[in-house]
């Protein structure tokens, strides 16, 4: 297999342990171990102070398949495989359906891997645009057109990272009876699912929509857990989650016992856990709207719908790099810029979920009032 390199990735390898600001961070404030233990039942706690550091089950530990399956409507713990985080299950998926002489379609900004692990199995790939002129909606038609006679899946991700963008319920079940009248898989990922800022957005999770529907998760986004490394496919086709089980054996095999009871015990807690969650961006955002009204000169601001992170453009002219590095160097605030997507407009991605994006956003004015942006490149 052959695969260029993960831009993103890469980016955060150099900046992100070294920028003591990360105004770009994709995930929701990390839990202390203490906090996320005091929300655990006594059975619970028992099942961590008791956990013996051996070996799990291939598909996961089977109470947290059942909780997991709890959070999509039809689905039993049977149709939930769990995975080392979701690029893993990303990753198996992926290369389990798709291959030379296949097709793929894959709405664009978007995660790397969406598309490039789509293209390493030899699977060709067309790239659908987000376009911010459209506030970032997903173009049905577009879609539509971009099938092929050998398109065997359809890759989405919303809540969308990196615009934050979310169809409305009649665009997203359009999607999913197209997919379904052609026969093709839908790939839904999901991971932001539930960070939604009007609960009446939420979508119905693919899987829950038709048997071909693929949603991923993770305990990464809404659920503040990145550093335990969970995420799940969700489907109810038996056959691919028993051809992706049989793929799995040779990637991680299983989990990490820790992890699977940790997750277990934040998501029988998810209500407290989402509403911290859902908290935090509800206080940043409102810092966020009154910071691009003082400045409608220097970025566009397309407010998010759901997720922890934006794509606003620098209306300057600096090109996004240069800005960001500068940043950096000047104020120790790590933004993203959109070129680690390879896509043109000066856009950054600016993370929602820090507990210290008050200080962060203070530091980002304070460079944006000192001048440095006034001078012509």
């Known amino acids: 297999m052959h695969i260029p390199d993960f831009e993103l990735e890469r980016y955060f390898a150099r900046w992100e342990f070294a920028a003591p600001y990360l105004l770009c961070a994709s995930d929701v404030e990390g839990w202390r171990m203490a906090d996320l233990l005091a929300l655990a039942s006594p059975e619970d706690r028992a099942r961590w102070e008791g956990l013996t550091l051996g070996y799990t089950e291939t598909s996961g530990l089977p109470v947290l398949r059942e909780a997991v399956a709890g959070m999509y409507p039809g689905l039993t713990p049977d149709d939930v495989l769990t995975f080392a985080g979701a690029q893993e299950a990303l990753f198996v998926a992926m290369n389990v359906q798709l291959g030379p002489g296949t097709h793929a379609v894959v709405t664009w900004p978007g ?24 506030g970032w909606a997903l173009d049905l038609e577009a ?3 971009a099938l092929r006679p ?9 809540p969308h990272n990196p615009t934050g963008s979310l169809p409305d319920r009649a665009t997203f079940q359009a999607l999913c009876a197209l997919c379904e009248a052609r026969g093709i898989p839908l790939f ?3 991971v932001y699912r539930l960070l939604e800022y009007d609960p009446a957005d939420t ?5 829950s929509c038709f048997t071909k529907g693929v949603s991923l998760g993770v305990m990464s986004k809404a659920f503040g857990l990145a550093g335990l490394r969970v995420g799940w496919l969700a489907c109810r086709d038996a056959e691919l989650l028993a051809r992706c ?6 990637t991680s095999l299983c989990n990490s016992a820790p992890s699977e009871v940790l997750s277990l015990i934040a998501l029988k807690a998810r209500e407290q856990v989402l509403a911290r969650s859902r908290g935090l961006l509800t206080r940043n955002l409102a810092l966020l709207d009154a910071f691009f009204a003082r400045h409608p000169e220097t970025f566009r601001w397309v407010r998010p719908r759901a997720g922890s992170v934006a794509f606003p453009r ?33 856009h950054f991605r600016l993370g929602l979920g820090r507990a210290n994006l008050p200080e962060a956003l203070i530091r980002l004015e304070r460079f944006v009032n000192s001048g440095v942006l006034d001078t012509p490149v």
Do not use: H
């Open 188 to 190: 839904s990922d999901e």
């Open 203 to 207: 979508l119905p999770p693919a899987a």
């Open 245 to 250: 089980r049989s793929f799995k054996d040779y």
């Open 111 to 134: 995660y790397q891997s969406l598309y490039e692990v789509a293209r390493a199995t030899g699977a060709q790939v067309t790239l659908l645009p987000l376009r911010e002129e459209d």
């Open 314 to 346: 620098l209306l300057r002219n600096i090109p996004v790099g240069r800005f960001t590095e500068a940043l950096i160097a000047r104020e120790g605030v790590l933004l993203l810029p959109g070129n680690v997507y390879a896509f043109e407009g000066n």
């Open 143 to 145: 879609l539509k057109a």
């Open 150 to 158: 050998d398109t065997r899946m359809v890759v989405v991700n919303f």
